[in-house]
């Protein structure tokens, strides 16, 4: 089975601090993804990479970056942590678009606090 | 943009009841669609999906999805749920033949079976 491993279950940051979350995958997909899940707006897409060192942006890109520099490990960065980017932060993976490769494989979520 | 509406924010059922949950998506071009479930404290998890075909699908724990093109639906039902189901489900659509590479998630059910 596919594995989807994010670093950090819970972290408390202070506002503009600068905050990485990691995300490995260890069945050599293609796509890798993060999403962020509020309760009531179920998820929204931040980025998404489908190749080493390329990206797209999602919906709410906004005060987030991201870094795939290999193909197992997809970063997303918080340049300047606030308040309302406390939120529980979804990875996840997919082999390609392809129907049949098309089904996204989740990480256990990290739970970040700003405050 | 494309946009996943599921109607009904928090159902409550007794064991045994009949469910449906509904989604609607607005893209009318050719799509993947998915429901995704998250049970208490742990990872999303692929519940059943459409790629072409029967537009029944049936998934994991008895539960299926009917795909109903001319209604942009894809709802969720189960005959009989059962206290273990207690949820929160999601639906999601992949457009197929655009430029949109990920999946885009509705608000999310969540469903509480009283024993």
């Known amino acids: 089975d596919v594995k989807v491993t994010q670093s950090s279950r819970y972290l408390v940051k202070r506002t503009g601090e600068k905050v990485f979350l990691e995300c490995v995958q260890d069945m050599d997909h293609e796509n890798m993804f993060w999403y962020r899940q509020d309760p009531g707006l179920g998820l929204r897409l931040i980025y998404f990479s489908y190749d080493v060192k390329m990206k797209e942006k999602g919906d709410i890109p906004e005060g987030y970056s991201v870094s795939r520099e290999k193909k197992e490990r997809f970063s997303l960065i918080l340049e300047s942590a606030s308040t309302n980017q406390t939120s529980m932060y979804l990875c996840?993976?997919?082999?390609?678009?392809?129907?049949?490769?098309?089904?996204?494989?989740f990480g256990a979520g990290s739970r970040l606090t700003v405050l | 943009a494309q946009s996943v509406s599921q109607h009904n924010h928090h159902v409550i059922l007794s064991e045994a009841a009949s469910l449906e949950l509904g989604c609607n998506y607005s893209?009318?071009?050719?799509?993947?669609l998915f429901w995704y479930v998250q049970y208490p404290g742990q990872h999303l998890q692929l519940l059943l999906k459409?790629?072409?075909?029967?537009?029944l699908v049936k998934g994991i724990k008895g539960f299926e999805a009917e795909f109903i093109k001319s209604k942009f639906s894809f709802n969720l039902r189960k005959p009989s749920v059962q206290w273990s189901d207690t949820a929160e489900y999601f639906c999601a659509v992949n457009p197929m033949d655009t430029g949109r590479r990920a999946l885009t998630f509705g608000s999310g059910t969540r469903l509480q079976v009283q024993p």
């Open positions: 459409y790629f072409s075909g029967d537009p």
């Open positions: 996840a993976s997919r082999q390609g678009l392809v129907s049949g490769a098309n089904v996204l494989t």
């Open positions: 893209y009318g071009g050719t799509v993947n």
